[in-house]
């Protein structure tokens, strides 16, 4: 099995280093199977021939060959099995995959492996150690040795039986006869011997002295039965002969015969009386072939046994040592086949874990080569399938998170781009979860309702149960009792001494299935609404004042003006008074009138037709029209004006409007140009000031005074038309200069001076 | 050469052989040189084990195979071998006639023959070489040591060593040193 990336992937890192073909190549093993089977054979062969191999090779080089194989055996049997326990170890110390499974596999394996041949080993020796015993057991040995004792024996009696007829012979003959060479007489005394010998013959040698040369002989007789097979040759009983001349003793000899019969010579020495040798008488008896051949055979029996029995111990060992090396092989084949069959098993488990490690770890583009048809290699197709099932599915989900992201980002957009739009706008959101518990708030809401960002996840109960708040209590206990239909309700709320009227909408939402899942409460400042209202109506009403009192005020004052010269000529008295009714009555025209061109400048009130312009310019323009008035008065008008403002596009005469507009009002507030001095000692001053808001991208100007202030109640009610705290005047300067800051695109609040006072704050938006 | 000549040498080499006889291992070797030609004669009495003659009385050929090597004796390196001769001595004993067929051999080659059913004569045949010759192959070197080394090998053996490798039965030695 091999790891692989799928066609098109990077290669992964494999481990186990390469994959070794060769020995798991099937024909290879077959092979080295045969080779085993081959090898196997022979030292079966090699043992059945053992009797046919000559000794000093079988106890030599076929034994120590023998012994030297099982060494070799044994040394890589060692090595193959030290190899892989090193390697089991190593891999378990390794912390490998299957490491321990793959050792208690090979442990198993090499058990039944190993006990089994150790104990046939054991077995087989003592086998061959109780079958050699008894291959020389008593009876045989008994057998063997009587069988070739009596062949010995009987060879040996004809030897001795031939030597005493030689003797005699060597004794009885005359030694005349024999140096005189007289083998007419000889041959007399000897012609019967034969007979008696039945196939036998004697031989009779004369010596024949040569001067410096040894001693020879010479034949004289010769007789022979007729029986005597011809095909024995002189020469050997010349050779026995001069043997016995040359030792001077007996000599024996055996000719082995061509008809299959032996020839057994015995030479023995004639002497004369004084002890010197003058011939040599050989006589030869012949064997028959049939017991030649059975004393032959029952002798080379003797000796195979006997031979077999001094090389016991080397044939025992060579057995063994066969034995051993069959055993060894039987060993090393099992060894390697279960160190093989091991690793078939281990590996493609071994590899299908590391495969799932690595499609666990992301690589899902591996795939496993299947080695095997069987059910590890069903195995191994399942898991490529598995593996690209979940390439493909990885790829879709990627797609398809792909496209998620996508949605997310384009809904986070989304969300940012309302979540921008619920700040942004003056709206005040506030969404509540089904428990009726705060989720969101945004600015307009919290900045309407005082709220910060620990009204987050408290009850709704408990964040507009705050007394300031309670007025939109209503509205949210109907949102929390999820009241089916949409709450909307205006409602009146005091926010920073000031009033904020509010219309607040609350929707209970509901999801698909109709469960509820929270509400939302929407809340409008109308407070500029209502106030454009009330000064649309009051602007309506100055214009129906303007129009309808001003009218009939020229005729009346005219009327007056009549009647006192009508009367002019009246008693002083009657005059007197006339004029006193008609200077009133004009006195009252006129301050009717001026009362309604007021109303009727709030009423016609242009528009502002705005251009770039320097606001301190124009306040150090304006301020000085009251030098005069205040040069003699008690009150201090400063100027604290910011540097570096940008400009502003005003309508310069309408803003000077309210420049002129505010600074009456401190004044009067202290009031007026003599005013006293302040209960601290303080002298009565009025402070212009600028500045420039950057962030807020406005201009910034104040006009506040150390007077006694404007109780907080009334604050938001100095830009209602007609409203005056001083009891005079028509209350609509402040409303008009309200108009103008508005019309403006700015805004206008009054608070607070410390540590007394009054002070009117007017932004203007920055060209 | 003349006999005064002759005498001398005679001597001298007689001298040298008896001064080189050696008693080394189990077998007594003696080196013989002359005419810058050696020879070596050895005898191993010990060789003729009772295993041997279990072996030959069992009617298997017996042999003695005596490695006999010349050699010149290095300090640093393994010893040069300057000739080698291999001497075996073979006997056949016939259990129907109760002869032993005694061989002796040089080289692979029978230098002699005989029968006999003594066997106190077929041990010493069997045990003993006479001025057996070894070829040099180079000159001998004036005033430098050599030594003659014999190992005997004896088969069949009764007995095996777990072993396999390098296993004498018996080995002698005789140091010289030639002089011109």
């Known amino acids: ?767 | 050469m003349t006999a005064r000549r002759s005498f001398w040498s005679a001597a001298l080499w007689m001298s040298l052989a008896a001064s080189l006889a050696a008693v080394a291992g189990d077998i007594k070797v003696t080196a013989v040189v002359k005419d810058a030609k050696v020879s070596a004669s050895f005898t191993a009495p010990a060789a003729f084990t009772d295993d041997a003659r279990a072996v030959m009385q069992s009617g298997l050929v017996l042999t003695f195979t005596f490695d006999v090597e010349l050699r010149r004796p290095s300090g640093v390196w393994f010893d040069r071998t300057l000739g080698t001769v291999v001497a075996a001595s073979s006997v056949k004993f016939d259990n129907l006639t109760g002869v032993y067929q005694v061989s002796k051999l040089q080289d692979d080659h029978v230098v002699w023959s005989e029968r006999t059913q003594d066997e106190a004569q077929v041990r010493g045949w069997m045990t003993s070489f006479e001025r057996v010759p070894i070829n040099p192959g180079e000159a001998l070197e004036p005033n430098v040591e050599y030594y003659v080394h014999v190992r005997l090998h004896a088969s069949p053996k009764r007995t095996f060593s777990l072993w396999p490798f390098g296993h004498d039965d018996g080995s002698g030695r005789a140091d010289f040193t030639f002089i011109r």
């Open chain 1, 1 to 767: 099995m091999l790891l692989k990336p799928a066609p098109g992937a990077d290669a992964p890192q494999q481990e186990g280093g390469p994959r070794r073909r060769v020995l798991d190549n099937p024909r290879v093993l077959l092979v080295a199977g045969l080779f085993l089977i081959a090898i196997l054979g022979g030292l079966f062969w090699l043992a059945d021939r053992t009797s046919e191999i000559a000794p000093p090779v079988l106890t030599g080089a076929l034994l120590y060959g023998l012994l030297a194989v099982d060494l070799v055996l044994i040394v890589v049997l060692a090595f193959v099995l030290a190899r892989n326990l090193l390697k089991l170890w190593v891999e378990q110390r390794r912390a490998a995959p299957f490491a321990r499974f793959r050792g208690k596999l090979v442990a198993a394996l090499l058990a039944m492996a190993i006990v089994p041949s150790v104990l046939v080993l054991i077995s087989g020796s003592q086998i061959i150690r109780d079958s050699a015993a008894r291959w020389f057991s008593g009876p045989v040995d008994d057998v063997l040795s009587a069988a070739q004792t009596i062949a010995s024996q009987y060879y040996q009696d004809r030897l001795d039986a031939l030597r005493l007829r030689a003797e005699r012979l060597s004794r009885t003959l005359p030694v005349t006869a024999i140096a005189a060479s007289d083998a007419a007489t000889l041959t007399a005394l000897v012609e019967g011997e034969p007979a008696t010998l039945r196939d036998g013959m004697v031989e009779l040698y004369r010596t024949v002295s040569d001067p410096g040369h040894a001693q020879d002989l010479a034949l004289l007789v010769a007789v022979e039965s007729p029986t005597l097979p011809k095909d024995h040759v002189r020469a050997s009983a010349d050779l026995v002969a001069a043997r016995a001349l040359a030792s001077g003793r007996e000599e024996t000899t055996q000719d082995d015969l061509d008809s299959g019969g032996m020839l057994l010579r015995t030479a023995v020495p004639i002497r004369n009386a004084d002890g010197e040798p003058v011939g040599v008488v050989v006589v030869s008896q012949h064997l028959g072939a049939e017991i030649k051949t059975r004393a032959r055979l029952a002798t080379e029996a003797y000796e195979s046994y006997q031979g077999l029995r001094v090389l016991k111990g080397p044939i025992q060992g060579i057995y063994q040592s066969v034995f051993l090396a069959v055993t060894l092989l039987i060993l090393m084949s099992a060894t390697w086949l279960g160190l093989y069959l091991a690793k078939r098993i281990t590996r493609p488990v071994q590899m299908l874990a590391e495969g799932a490690r690595a499609i666990g770890a992301g690589q899902l583009d591996l795939r496993l080569e299947s080695e095997t048809s069987d059910e590890l290699g069903s195995l191994v197709e399942s898991f490529n399938m598995m593996a690209a099932e979940l390439q493909t599915s990885r790829e879709r989900l990627e797609q398809s998170r792909h496209d998620l992201e996508h949605k997310n980002l384009e809904v986070d957009a989304r969300r940012r781009y309302i979540e921008t739009i619920l700040e942004r706008v003056a709206t005040g959101v506030i969404s509540l979860d089904a428990t009726g518990h705060v989720q969101t708030v945004n600015g307009a809401a919290a900045r309407l309702l005082g709220l910060d960002a620990a009204a987050l996840g408290r009850p709704a109960s408990d964040v507009f149960g705050r007394a300031d708040l309670q007025a939109l209590a209503p509205v949210i206990d109907r949102a929390v009792r999820r009241e089916p239909g949409a709450v909307v309700q205006e409602v009146t709320l005091a926010r920073e001494d000031r009033e904020v009227h509010l219309a607040a909408a609350a929707t209970v939402l509901t999801g698909e299935a109709g469960q509820p899942e929270g509400a939302v409460l929407v809340l409008d400042d109308v407070t500029p609404l209502i106030r454009a209202q009330r000064v649309a109506a009051w602007r309506d009403v100055a214009r129906r004042l303007a129009h309808e009192i001003k009218n009939p005020l020229t005729p009346i004052q005219l009327s007056a003006e009549r009647l006192r010269r009508h009367f002019g000529g009246a008693p002083a008295p009657t005059f007197a008074l006339v004029t006193e009714c008609t200077d009133a009555i004009i006195t009252e025209v006129e301050a009717l009138k001026g009362l309604v061109d007021e109303f009727a400048q709030f009423a016609r009130l242009r528009g502002p037709r705005l251009l770039p312009a320097d606001l301190n310019q124009l306040i150090d323009e304006t301020l000085p029209l009251y030098a005069g008035v205040l040069q003699q008065g008690s009150v201090h008008l400063e100027r604290r004006l910011g540097s570096g403002l940008p400009a502003v596009r005003i309508d310069a005469e309408q803003i000077r409007q309210v420049i002129i507009n505010l600074v009456d009002n401190a004044l009067e507030a202290l009031g007026g140009p003599a005013a006293p001095a302040r209960p601290g000692g303080g002298s009565p001053t009025i402070t212009v000031t600028t500045v420039h808001e950057a962030r807020d991208g406005v201009v910034r100007m104040q006009v506040g005074d150390n007077g006694p202030g404007v109780p907080p109640a009334d604050r938001d009610k100095l830009f209602m038309p007609y409203y005056s705290t001083k009891g005079r005047g028509s209350g609509l300067g402040l409303a008009i200069v309200r108009r103008i800051v508005v019309e403006h695109g700015g805004g206008i609040e009054v608070g607070e001076a410390h540590p007394s006072g009054t002070i009117f704050t007017v932004e203007l938006p920055a060209a």
